[in-house]
């Protein structure tokens, strides 16, 4: 399809629960990103793939949050443990190529509560 | 460090009237630079582009932008502000410093067009 799908639209987690979200890239899309919104609506990259390789982690919590993009299923990011501080808007977005005049297509994103 | 920054918090406009939204940004080497606008509860979409070529860009939505290379700017235009155009914009930079090219995004600009 030609939109980048992100479930859950939402998602609850008690502190120190895990929370796990996915993102389904266009088809023939081989780049997927991942981005943190946070208040003041900043946007903090996590992690890139091309394809199923991690391509870019430089800004992935390490100790607690991880991701993979494995073939013929969706993109996940994966938190163990949460923390209050984790709650934000995940957005997963994909693109067919990494070359700077390529822009991405961003999915609706995953609103994560912890409590 | 490369970096694009939005001065202001939120415009207020009437419809019918012009509106900008700015936009500055540093890089080393020439810029890439991304208009996108975000709706409540949705994600990013994409308005335009600037990579090389005439510093006026054409968009959707009739939005255009301006890029300034003297005054490292990138502001945001359109002619004429629809209620529909109130929104949350976001100016963006490819990092060149990064093989990814990811995003780094400004912390965006809300737009209120008042009827």
């Known amino acids: 399809g030609e939109e980048v799908a992100q479930t859950p639209k939402h998602l609850v987690r008690g502190e120190g629960q895990k929370a796990k979200l996915y993102c389904a890239p266009i088809?023939?899309?081989?780049?997927v990103f991942w981005y943190q919104q946070v208040l003041k609506n900043e946007f903090k990259f996590l992690i890139s793939f091309q394809n199923e390789n991690v391509f870019d982690e430089t800004g992935m919590p390490k100790e607690r949050f991880s991701a993979k993009c494995l073939p013929n299923s969706p993109c996940s990011l994966e938190i163990q443990a949460t923390k209050l501080e984790d709650s934000a808007v995940y957005f997963c977005?994909?693109?067919?190529?990494?070359?700077?005049?390529?822009?991405?297509?961003f999915g609706s994103g995953t609103r994560l509560t912890v409590v | 460090a490369q970096s694009v920054a939005q001065p202001e918090d939120q415009v207020n406009v009437a419809e019918g009237n012009p509106l900008t939204v700015k936009c500055t940004y540093s890089?080393?080497?020439?810029?890439?630079l991304f208009w996108y606008v975000q709706y409540p509860n949705r994600g990013l979409q994409f308005l335009l582009k600037?990579?090389?070529?005439?510093?006026l860009v054409k968009g959707s939505y009739g939005f255009e932008a301006e890029f300034n290379k003297s005054q490292t700017s990138f502001h945001l235009k359109k002619p004429s502000a629809l209620v529909s155009d109130s929104a949350l914009y976001f100016c963006?930079?490819?990092?060149?410093?990064?093989?990814?090219?990811?995003?780094?995004f400004g912390t965006g600009t809300r737009l209120k067009v008042l009827a």
């Open positions: 088809k023939g899309h081989s780049y």
């Open positions: 600037y990579i090389t070529g005439d510093n």
């Open positions: 977005a994909s693109s067919q190529d990494r070359a700077p005049n390529y822009g991405y297509t």
């Open positions: 963006a930079v490819r990092d060149m410093s990064s093989g990814t090219y990811k995003y780094i």
């Open positions: 890089v080393s080497g020439n810029p890439y």
